[in-house]
């Protein structure tokens, strides 16, 4: 029956371009996993607000990644697909735990410190509790798992502490929420040095590739790709980083092994093997775009779409948000 189903919460800021790396380590996974459970994919504009946004920009990027989210075959007619910005429930519920949320644990995330370091102008205090905000997000929605990637770990383990110190005071009212991490080989590195993670925000504009990115410019990309001065494609990640990711990203595309794809270039040089990852990423990413295009200039049926998801978000949340309230002892809202 459709609603034992599990509960899965997922969502991505939608600050930068998004690139293979975010389409491989996250939204290719969501889809695996969309049949399976019960989901709930959030554009984590909320979240971005950490970092000082353009308005008009970022009003468009944040439609563009709920977009995206379809484009990439997620279908809003059975994931709940939304803004987090529209479902107040994740603003009080943030409020709320945030009280059971020790600075002591605050001041252990490393992601604070990375982006305290990063934007030392504007270390604001939504930078400082963004995880008890991401516990609200997922706790909200009663999650059995959250897809993550490896960097956002520390931030569940917190969401778990919170819902389990939470628990331990009012009996059960969050769900124990556990961390799904992707198979190996979904982390895509940069194409320009692969011991670095593929990222939005590179300086190097060779070194990711954007979902965006027309298929003259991906297979370019990886043309350029660093390599080393074998001539051997070989699954070898200490000694050929470069080559192993690249198989890594012609693996995650085509569905081949590592060892098909050995055999598959036995003989041949770097040329022919980047031109084959190029071309088969063009091709995955061809119809995205196209897709993407023509929803994009849908308003009618985007429009169709964010209500009608935001309302479910709402309804699922408010839920939990009610039960939470009466636990700790508000009043009823009786307007
Ligand atoms: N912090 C996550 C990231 O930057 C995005 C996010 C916000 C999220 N809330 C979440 C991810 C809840 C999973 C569940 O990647």
């Not at 950490?50 to 379809?70: G, S």
């Not at 990222?199 to 990886?222: G, P």
Request: proline fraction near 2%; hydrophobic fraction near 40%; glycine fraction near 6%.
């Amino acid at each position: 029956m459709a609603d034992e189903k599990k509960i899965l919460y997922s969502g991505m800021q939608a600050t930068g371009k998004l690139t293979l790396g975010n389409y491989m380590g996250a939204l290719k996974n969501w889809m695996t996993l969309n049949e399976e459970y019960e989901c709930f994919f959030g554009v984590m504009d909320l979240h971005s607000l950490t970092v000082r946004q353009e308005p008009a920009e970022f009003r468009k990027r944040a439609r563009d990644l709920f977009a995206l989210y379809v484009a990439a075959g997620l279908d809003p007619e059975k994931n709940c697909i939304y803004f987090q910005s529209h479902v107040s429930s994740h603003a009080e519920l943030s409020w709320i735990l945030s009280c059971f949320t020790y600075m002591g644990e605050l001041n252990r995330m490393t992601q604070f410190k990375d982006k305290a370091a990063k934007h030392a102008d504007n270390i604001n205090a939504g930078l400082y509790t963004y995880p008890v905000l991401m516990a609200a997000d997922i706790l909200l929605y009663q999650a059995d798992v959250v897809p993550v990637g490896k960097d956002q770990l520390q931030h569940l383990e917190i969401t778990r502490d919170i819902a389990q110190r939470f628990n331990s005071i009012y009996g059960d009212v969050f769900t124990i929420p556990e961390a799904y991490m992707g198979k190996a080989g979904a982390k895509i590195m940069s194409l320009q040095d692969p011991t670095r993670k593929m990222s939005k925000s590179d300086e190097n504009a060779n070194a990711s590739v954007y979902l965006m990115d027309d298929a003259d410019t991906v297979r370019r990309k990886f043309k350029r790709a660093v390599t080393d001065s074998e001539a051997e494609v070989r699954y070898d990640w200490d000694n050929k980083p470069g080559i192993s990711n690249l198989m890594d990203i012609y693996g995650a595309t085509t569905g081949k092994t590592t060892d098909e794809i050995e055999k598959e270039f036995a003989g041949k040089g770097y040329g022919d093997f980047k031109m084959a990852v190029g071309d088969a990423v063009a091709a995955m990413l061809t119809p995205m775009q196209t897709r993407f295009e023509e929803l994009i200039k849908d308003k009618e049926y985007l429009d169709k779409m964010i209500k009608q998801n935001d309302e479910k978000a709402y309804y699922f949340s408010q839920k939990t948000l009610r039960k939470v309230k009466k636990k700790v002892g508000l009043t009823e809202n009786i307007r």
